[in-house]
């Protein structure tokens, strides 16, 4: 069951609270290449990203934000390290949520004029921790740990909390993925403000997708997590539809056509594989719950997808079609696909 969180409101989309999770990622160009952002967001926007992020590493890239807001659908959120003014300047333009670490955003005074600007723009912000921005004195005390992830990024909630800060969501990233979930597993323990849960620097495609579908997979099911980040180094749609993965591998997110196959064996006397492969990708924009099975063989196809709205097994001249178990039409192995495929047509279209 999931934890219930405090809800703050991201331009529009809700975190916490029980509200849907949120699938967030980030774009990779210079943000005051205001065409060539647009561009990357409109493409994330088109394979269900909720909300995005933009880096600001000077005046021009605080500035586009502004430009960027009228030209898209999805809200947008600022990053900044290192200098307050940056912040201000984003929070000005319009950002919808401002992610910044008040460890090194210019001291006390600082964070109080970045505080005032988020009250007066109503606004939440992101704050948090990762392995490489542990504030010393906890580093120090308690190593690389849970302990110290979690003490970092809660003294810098408490900073926020003193200026009058109170929507706040909380990170505690880690590249390892035990102390990604020793972290936000303390971390739930100790606060009520929404958690955005990832793997830092989780590495390339097929490795991130492991090392997040493990870290997010487990604290999901915790009842951990109100949105998330899947971190890949390489194109941010595959962020997304990494992430849209994990929440329907862990059935969070219902509204998805399920294909399930079987490895197949010695048994499977035709392309079971090809066809799971095809049927797979043909279902991908629908969401419409239901479940197809792409089985290898008649022997055990139809009994063990007998939970599915609609499914295929076949033999080595001739496939059957059934649904719930119970087979509905034999047709011979060449027409197989076809006359598959218009089954699926009226499940999903009907």
Not at 68 to 95: M, Q, R, T, W
Request: charged share 25%; glycine share 8%; proline share 3%.
């Amino acid at each position: 069951m999931r934890k219930q969180t405090k809800k703050i409101s991201v331009g529009g989309v809700d975190i916490g609270g029980g509200s849907d999770i949120a699938v967030q990622s980030m774009c990779t160009v210079k943000t005051s290449d205001v065409e060539a952002v647009v561009a990357q967001i409109e493409s994330l926007e088109a394979v269900g990203c909720d909300i995005i992020r933009v880096s600001v590493l000077d005046d021009e890239d605080a500035k586009a934000i502004k430009k960027i807001k009228n030209k898209i659908h999805i809200p947008l959120v600022a990053d900044i390290h290192f200098s307050y003014k940056l912040a201000i300047s984003a929070i000005e333009n319009g950002c919808d949520k401002v992610r910044i670490n008040p460890g090194n955003i210019g001291g006390e005074s600082a964070v109080k004029c970045v505080a005032d600007c988020i009250k007066s723009h109503k606004i939440p912000v992101r704050v948090g921790s990762n392995t490489g921005s542990i504030e010393k004195e906890f580093l120090q005390k308690y190593g690389k740990s849970e302990i110290s992830l979690v003490e970092s990024a809660l003294n810098s909630v408490g900073t926020l909390e003193k200026y009058g800060v109170n929507d706040i969501v909380i990170s505690v990233k880690a590249s390892d993925v035990p102390l990604t979930v020793k972290a936000y597993t303390l971390l739930s323990q100790r606060t009520d403000y929404p958690l955005h849960i990832g793997v830092t620097e989780a590495g390339t495609e097929q490795m991130a997708v492991v090392k997040s579908s493990a870290a997010l997979g487990c604290l999901l099911l915790g009842g951990i997590g109100d949105t998330l980040r899947v971190s890949i180094t390489g194109d941010p749609v595959k962020e997304v539809f990494a992430a849209k993965r994990i929440l329907r591998a862990v059935c969070i997110d219902k509204k998805f056509v399920d294909v399930v196959s079987c490895p197949t064996c010695g048994r499977c006397r035709w392309n079971s594989m090809g066809l799971a492969e095809r049927v797979s990708v043909y279902v991908e924009k629908f969401s419409k719950p239901c479940k197809i099975a792409v089985m290898g063989c008649v022997v055990n196809g139809p009994g063990e997808a007998k939970d599915c709205d609609l499914g295929i097994a076949g033999a080595e001249d001739y496939c059957v079609i059934f649904k719930n178990g119970e087979i509905i039409r034999r047709v011979p192995s060449a027409d197989a696909e076809k006359e598959f495929f218009k089954e699926i047509d009226l499940i999903l279209n009907g």
